[in-house]
């Protein structure tokens, strides 16, 4: 079985710092990983994806991710944040077998950023 | 870009009413998903569809909730009656055939409010 835990409901950066938003998943097979993002009354858009290729994922608005299999991680980072960043984001986890394709959910960390 | 369609994009409905999503995912979609988001959690699975066929139903109210998907293509969610605790974002999703691990495609939801 699949389960993900996101570290930090709300998080709070000012515009220009770093942001990193954790991570931490359980899976009983080789895990693909996600991270989605979603801005209010909206659907869930793809940030990146790992999917056992390069461990060290980059994806869409200049964010990225690091698979590491020893700590069970896959944190989200950006290196400044923007004001346009301020959304929902949720990691998520599938197993990379055709039987475990369900993609599980976590809770979400909302992120805010100050100008 | 290929999207998936959902309609309504917001219903308010009265407790003990009927009520229904439409979905209509990406053209050579075979792998069709409804999942229910309450406000500030993750999506949560409630059916999978592989074509016409139910494939998983495990977290579906069968009591009151019914998915179909006659063709293969367009689906649709029906509550019956619908209960205050049903009120939620539910969103639709849709995947290449055995490539479901890879990460979804959601449309814009439906936004359900039961007063």
């Known amino acids: 079985a699949q389960s993900v835990t996101q570290l930090g409901s709300h998080v709070s950066v000012s515009e220009g710092a770093l942001v990193l938003l954790r991570c931490n998943y359980s899976s009983s097979v080789p895990p693909y990983l996600f991270w989605y993002v979603q801005y209010p009354n909206q659907g869930l858009q793809l940030l990146l994806k790992y999917t056992s290729a390069a461990t060290l994922v980059k994806g869409i608005n200049g964010f990225e991710a690091e698979f590491k299999k020893s700590e069970t991680s896959f944190h989200l980072t950006k290196p400044s944040a923007h004001m346009s960043d301020a959304a929902e984001y949720f990691c998520a986890v599938s197993g990379s077998r055709a039987l475990y394709d369900k993609v599980i959910f976590g809770p979400g960390t909302s992120l805010s950023v100050i100008p | 870009e290929a999207e998936v369609a959902q309609s309504p994009r917001y219903k308010i409905t009265e407790k003990s009413q009927a009520v229904a999503f439409w979905c209509d995912p990406i053209?050579?979609?075979?792998?069709l998903y409804w999942y229910r988001q309450i406000l500030g959690q993750g999506p949560e699975l409630l059916v999978q569809f592989q074509d016409e066929s139910v494939v998983d139903d495990s977290q579906l109210p069968k009591d009151r909730f019914s998915a179909e998907r006659l063709k293969g293509v367009d689906s649709t969610l029906k509550i019956q009656p619908a209960e205050l605790g049903d009120s939620a974002m539910y969103l639709c999703?849709?995947?290449?055939?055995?490539?479901?691990?890879?990460?979804?495609?959601f449309g814009s939801g439906t936004r359900l409010t039961v007063v």
């Open positions: 053209s050579g979609h075979a792998t």
């Open positions: 999703a849709s995947s290449n055939p055995g490539q479901g691990n890879y990460g979804y495609t």
